[in-house]
């Protein structure tokens, strides 16, 4: 996945940087609301979304691609992109100055001409949890990428990006091949997945969706068209605006860094700044779960919930402080200096929340995020041979699970009096919520190096295959479990019901 704004445009709508209004669209259709005229998802079948072209100095009419306004590219026609490597001064990603040597941000590069075991190489910076430079490796035509790819012009050099047709000419009369930017779950980085337009694709890219201040669904593309659908969930996100929060990473410690033996000597230097990069990100997660579950203590409260949901989340926080301190650790460890987090921005996090807003955060967060959470750390658990990474995982994994039952209990507390207009609503959000993540790979089918996941490190098949075991052997059988029980008049069932949803997280 390229990185958030370098995906060949600077794309990401009006004021996004390079980018001026343009010229008529090239559709011959009034773009209307949003990105392309159909609006919403729900709205009836409208004819195909027009481009409504803006111009970007990353993206030259001799590139074949042409920016839409809203973010969304389309490609009239096959062009070559131009390369403007290797830069000069090109550390801190093109900008001159100094290396970020950080292990735990696990940069691997100074310079464009560090980036060499394949073509197109350069050092780019990136700001997302932690700041880091890496090696990108790029394309100037579509021969340079993989079967199911083209080559997206950009700067300094265009990126191979999924495709299911070259350009226009693949397409019906009207229809663009067209290009809508996807962020990877819980990461933030952008790519395009290219397709024809279909009469009645619901959107074209994630401001085309219905979203409020708290949830957020995305924009989908498959074989049949352009959907809508829930955001996915990545362990239990702290949403604030329908968006996963973090705090960035620092060398700071602060007592957030638990104390280990130093890494195993096998491991390689590039071995070593891939676990700490790793074991950073998770140790973000966990520290924006400490929030989560503050602010869910919050909700609670408001709802009078009764006093043993409360001393579970209270217990539930105190984990998630220990797990961040565990994580940290372990990203010090391989990292060779300590490591945690900055600060954490809470701004609009505290606002006040219905109780609808605050259950769909609930299934999202907790029964879904949770729940995959603890299946991915048991993934990981099962291939990890280091000791100490291997008592980590095991108290996480226990952990996440019990918070995983919590969630579901919680749900159920919260729907047991509710009125069937609410009820319903939440059936479909919980439905549409796992639908999400059964169907939508995060990763690229990759399978970790045997040293990092000696250490704890998922590859993409791995991580794939867990959550799909989890959505089949516990997210929906516990769904199931919860209709009944919310189909059933007497507190009793209820009762019954939340018991079998425990014994299916238990088993």
Not at 347 to 353: I, N, S, V
Request: with cysteine; hydrophobic share 35%.
């Amino acid at each position: 996945m390229s990185s958030a704004g370098s995906g060949g445009t600077d794309a990401g709508g009006a004021g996004s940087g390079g980018m001026d209004a343009g010229g008529a669209g090239s559709g011959g259709i009034d773009a209307g609301a949003g990105s392309g005229g159909c609006g919403h998802a729900g709205a009836e079948a409208c004819e195909v979304h027009a481009c409504d072209a803006i111009t970007s100095r990353t993206l030259p009419a001799t590139s074949g691609y042409v920016a839409c306004r809203g973010g969304w590219l389309h490609r009239p026609h096959v062009a070559d992109c131009t390369s403007r490597l290797p830069r000069t001064n090109s550390g801190n990603g093109g900008a001159g100055g100094g290396r970020y040597d950080g292990l735990g941000g696990g940069s691997n590069c100074e310079s464009d001409e560090d980036c060499a075991e394949s073509a197109y190489g350069f050092c780019e910076r990136s700001e997302g949890d932690f700041i880091r430079q890496i090696c990108v490796y790029g394309c100037t035509t579509d021969d340079d990428c993989e079967s199911g790819e083209i080559c997206v012009c950009g700067d300094p050099v265009g990126r191979c990006e999924a495709a299911s047709c070259v350009s226009d000419a693949d397409c019906a009369t009207g229809s663009l091949c067209a290009g809508t930017p996807y962020v990877e779950p819980c990461i933030g980085n952008v790519s395009y997945v290219f397709a024809c337009q279909r009469n009645g694709d619901a959107c074209m890219t994630d401001a085309d969706c219905p979203s409020d201040e708290y949830m957020m669904s995305s924009c989908d593309v498959s074989e049949t068209g352009r959907s809508c659908s829930l955001g996915s969930a990545c362990g239990r996100p702290f949403l604030v605006r329908g968006a996963a929060r973090v705090a960035t990473s620092q060398t700071a410690n602060r007592g957030w860094s638990a104390r280990f033996d130093s890494a195993a000597s096998e491991l390689d230097l590039e071995s070593r700044r891939e676990l700490a990069d790793h074991w950073t990100r998770l140790g973000l997660m966990e520290h924006a779960s400490v929030a989560a579950f503050a602010r869910f203590a919050l909700d609670l409260l408001s709802l009078g919930a009764p006093a043993e949901l409360m001393l579970e989340t209270q217990r539930a926080l105190g984990d998630e402080i220990a797990h961040a301190t565990l994580c940290f650790g372990l990203a010090s460890r391989y990292a060779g200096h300590e490591i945690g987090p900055g600060v954490l921005p809470l701004e609009g996090a505290l606002d006040a929340r219905s109780s609808w807003e605050i259950i769909e955060t609930l299934i999202v967060e907790a029964c879904v995020g949770e729940t995959l959470a603890a299946a991915e750390a048991e993934a990981a658990l099962f291939g990890t041979r280091d000791p100490q990474v291997r008592d980590v995982l095991e108290r996480i994994v226990s952990d996440e699970a019990r918070h995983a039952e919590l969630g579901w209990r919680a749900l159920c507390w919260m729907l047991r009096d509710a009125d069937a207009a609410l009820v319903a609503r939440a059936e479909q959000a919980l439905d549409a919520a796992i639908e999400r993540v059964r169907f939508e790979p995060l990763a690229d089918g990759s399978r970790a190096l045997a040293a990092s996941a000696d250490h704890g490190l998922l590859g993409g098949r791995e991580r794939d295959t867990a959550r799909s075991l989890a959505v089949t052997g516990v997210l929906l059988p516990c769904a199931a479990a919860l209709k009944t029980a919310l189909r059933r008049a007497t507190p009793f069932a209820r009762r019954s019901a939340t018991r079998r949803v425990q014994s299916q997280i238990a088993s």
